[in-house]
């Protein structure tokens, strides 16, 4: 088993800048890749960005693009999302995730093991 627990998040200013944390403990070596994923209210959970565990190749969101950086430290077994120039519409629980079977999946239901969730808020 894979335990996932995510921090950093608080609430934000439009155009501000957020790094959550992913801090994964248990069978890591089990990990072919990790993912980020969101949720607003009313709204179905959503890929946001994506990472093999040998951080070679990352995946992000069209709505992310060129604002989130997904990175690892695999000697910390930690992942991070680097947010910048945050917006209200990126206001939602933000999950962690991981992947047992297969790298930079970008489905809901193709990862393994989930954090609980931090909460980012966007103020306008």
């Known amino acids: 088993q894979v335990q996932l627990a995510e921090s950093g998040g608080g609430l934000v200013q439009a155009g501000g800048s957020l790094r959550l944390s992913c801090a994964a403990s248990?069978?890591?070596?089990?990990?072919?890749?990790m993912g980020w994923f969101r949720q607003a209210p009313g709204k179905e959970r959503e890929f946001v960005a994506a990472?093999?565990?040998?951080?070679?190749?990352?995946l992000y969101a069209d709505s992310v693009k060129g604002r989130f950086t997904i990175s690892t430290d695999n000697a910390k077994n930690t992942m991070y999302l680097q947010m910048n120039s945050l917006k209200p519409e990126d206001t939602a629980v933000y999950y962690c995730?991981?992947?047992?079977?297969?790298?930079?999946?970008?489905?809901?239901?193709?990862?393994?093991?989930w954090g609980q969730g931090t909460q980012v808020t966007v103020s306008s």
């Open positions: 990472i093999t565990k040998s951080r070679s190749f990352t």
């Open positions: 248990g069978r890591t070596f089990n990990l072919y890749g």
């Open positions: 995730a991981g992947d047992r079977l297969s790298p930079l999946n970008t489905r809901v239901d193709g990862y393994n093991y």
